[in-house]
């Protein structure tokens, strides 16, 4: 039987050499985070007696806080479940990396970690409950860009709403410049602001993300005002929408989310991606308008799960029982 070692690296500077087709587990996204204010990374690193790297998973510890209401709190978070070796069985690779980093942010005082965008429901089901994390069920929404134009998904109200805005001056591109970028992250800061799940990454992550070859920011401009904005990526042939904001009251005939939400999957479908994932459409609720919203373009819902532990026992033990199956 085969054994592995894990290791975890916190430093950029002592990462081996790992695979870096998944950009939420490769060296790249690691040092962002490690530049970035407030935030932590953990790469978890596993190798076989040889030293062969089979199995690599990013995790990191975001600081949030706050002075009205007053409060302060690390919370862990991984997205996917890693990368492995094809010749190895990944559950349970899977499963020796969820314990180190789970014995990891135990030790950083998380008050909670979250695992969210896993490749199947079922995925590392069994290694999940071993380390006493909980699922909540979770909608995700996929839009498909490899068989046909995303256009000829839209239905005639939506392609004819798209074009009246186009034609009331409204227009969306990459941003080009920091400034632009500024702009964009003053309107993603106030759109958050309020949010029950309030989480806005830090500016300077927001730039490296703006200047890296698998990042891209989207503006919504109306006579040269920003009035929307996404942060995009993109790993394995698929994109990722990550943030999107808009500004909602003065500008809400125009549209601006509707607007950046429609470029961001065109312009996917013009680079040749095969899907284009939302990485959060809400809170699971039965009724959600903005996951109604992003499926109106076109996309599918997915049920999945996402994995949930908090670090004060009782709670966590209450939050396993009021959600469980």
């Known amino acids: ?14 990462l081996p050499a790992i695979d870096e087709s998944n950009f939420f587990h490769s060296s790249e996204l690691f040092h962002i985070i490690e ?19 089979v199995g690599q998973m990013l995790a990191f510890i975001r600081r949030r806080g706050s002075w009205l209401p007053p409060y302060f709190y690390t919370q862990g978070r991984i997205y ?3 990368v492995y070796a094809d010749d190895v069985k990944r559950d349970e690779v899977f499963g020796l990396l969820l314990h ?3 014995r990891k942010f135990q030790r950083k005082l998380c008050l909670y970690v979250e695992f969210s965008d896993l490749s199947r429901k079922m995925f590392g089901y069994r290694y999940f409950r071993k380390e006493g994390y909980f699922p909540v069920n979770w909608q995700e929404v996929h839009n498909s860009l490899h068989s046909m134009d995303p256009r000829d998904r839209l239905s005639d109200k939506m392609k004819a709403r798209i074009d009246r805005i186009y034609k009331l001056g409204v227009e969306t591109r990459e941003a080009e410049t920091e400034d632009e970028v500024h702009a964009f992250y003053k309107l993603l800061n106030g759109f958050y602001r309020f949010k029950m799940r309030r989480i806005i990454p830090p500016e300077h992550q927001v730039k490296q993300f703006f200047n890296s ?9 109306h006579k040269r005002r920003v009035i929307g904005g996404s942060v995009c990526v993109f790993s394995g042939g698929n994109a990722y929408l990550w943030y999107l904001a808009s500004k909602r009251k003065i500008y809400a005939g125009l549209h601006p989310n509707l607007m950046t939400v429609w470029y961001a999957i065109e312009w996917s479908w013009r680079q040749g991606y095969r899907h284009i994932y939302f990485l959060d459409v809400g809170l699971p609720f039965s009724k959600n308008p903005f996951r109604e919203f992003i499926l109106s373009f076109g996309g ?15 709670f966590n033990r209450l939050l396993s029982f009021i959600y469980r199956e």
């Open 1 to 14: 039987m085969e054994t592995y070692h894990v290791n975890i690296y916190s430093k950029g500077d002592q």
């Open 35 to 53: 530049a970035s204010p407030g935030e932590r990374p953990y790469m978890a690193v596993a190798t076989d007696d040889e030293g062969r790297v």
């Open 80 to 82: 996917g479940e890693g």
């Open 100 to 102: 180190q980093l789970t």
């Open 213 to 221: 070859e698998n990042g891209r920011i989207f503006i919504t401009l």
């Open 300 to 314: 599918k819902p997915v049920a999945k799960y996402r994995w949930f532990k908090f670090t004060i026992k009782w």
